[in-house]
């Protein structure tokens, strides 16, 4: 998989609830270019979160593509997800789409690529991005302690992100979580 920097997106799915959350940071070149940027939104009549990584008009174009499938697919999340992958991998004009995909619904948790992935992650937690391998391991970390700790979904992505945005240059503490 190609490993996208600019973002971290990341996924927990903890006690019936998902969240999902990103950081504000766009950079261009080695230039921060803007602070608040939302890489992370509901679709589908607010009942999927899906978080993006990479060129911004491409996850936003793939993002539109999910949500017409989701419409054909009656909300199908994991129909619709195979059906985008299969389009991103197969068609001309998709296949140069710079991005990756998490989206996520209330049982249902999936990494979406252009090389045809669609993941559904063992554990409750998935992170992409170039913070995605250190959100990932401090989610899977937090989890272990996240009722002693009295943390829900929302804040265990919180405080994973908080740490990844202390050691990626590409990651800011200006997050968007969305919650399901």
């Not at 230039?31 to 607010?46: P, T």
């Not at 008009?57 to 054909?72: H, P, V």
């Not at 908080?162 to 969305?178: H, K, W």
Request: hydrophobic share 45%; net charge negative.
């Amino acid at each position: 998989m190609t490993d996208f920097h600019g973002t971290t997106i990341l996924a927990v799915r903890y006690n019936g609830k998902v969240a999902v959350a990103g950081d504000g940071q766009v950079t261009l070149n080695d230039a921060v270019i803007k602070h608040q940027a939302k890489k992370v939104r509901r679709i589908y009549n607010d009942r999927i979160a899906v978080g993006f990584a990479g060129a911004t008009a491409d996850a936003l174009n793939l993002s539109e593509r999910l949500e017409g499938k989701l419409e054909r697919y009656n909300g199908n999340l994991i129909r619709a997800a195979v059906e985008l992958a299969r389009d991103w991998r197969t068609d001309k004009y998709l296949r140069r789409l710079e991005a990756m995909m998490i989206a996520v619904d209330a049982t249902q948790m999936l990494l979406i690529s252009g090389n045809g992935d669609v993941i559904e992650p063992d554990e409750g937690v998935i992170g992409i991005g170039s913070g995605g391998v250190a959100a990932h391991a401090a989610a899977t970390a937090l989890l272990k302690y996240a009722e002693s700790l009295e943390l829900d979904a929302a804040g265990i992505v919180r405080q994973s992100m908080e740490i990844v945005a202390g050691l990626c240059v590409y990651t800011n503490n200006v997050f968007v979580i969305e919650e399901i």
